[in-house]
């Protein structure tokens, strides 16, 4: 997996939206729940955002919704999440993952069948908001 946060690096101004992209190769995304994470400095990883794999369902963290709008597109093999009206808390560095269960709170639950019991992780986007 690999994640993208556009053609700027991730850099924005407080208020601001960026779009982050998720896109795999050597397999597809389709059947899996497609999941996202941050990470701020010191922190502990925090689940954003979740979506089924057909697109209908979507979960968002209550620090992120209304802000944040997850999507895939299937036939691409992508997953996007816009972020809007963007807050310096918000900077992190973003990954995404497939088979997470993404609640209110920002916990996870992974509920994948591999054997390692962790799921594919990108390797994160650096998003740094600006006040």
């Known amino acids: 997996l690999r994640a993208a946060a556009g053609v700027w690096g991730g850099l924005v101004q407080s208020g601001g939206s960026l779009t982050l992209s998720c896109a795999a190769s050597?397999?597809?995304?389709?059947?899996?729940?497609m999941s996202w994470f941050r990470q701020a400095p010191g922190k502990a990883r925090e689940g954003v955002s979740c979506i089924s794999s057909n697109g209908n369902t979507t979960y968002y963290s209550d620090s992120v919704k209304g802000r944040f709008t997850i999507s895939r597109d299937n036939a691409k093999n992508t997953v996007s999440l816009q972020v809007h009206n963007l807050k310096p808390e918000d900077t992190a560095v973003y990954y995404c993952?497939?088979?997470?269960?993404?609640?209110?709170?920002?916990?996870?639950?992974?509920?994948?069948?591999?054997?390692?019991?962790?799921?594919?992780w990108g390797r994160g986007t650096q998003v740094t908001v600006s006040s």
């Open positions: 050597g397999f597809s995304l389709e059947n899996y729940v």
């Open positions: 993952a497939t088979d997470y269960l993404i609640t209110e709170d920002g916990s996870y639950l992974y509920i994948g069948d591999d054997n390692a019991g962790k799921g594919s």
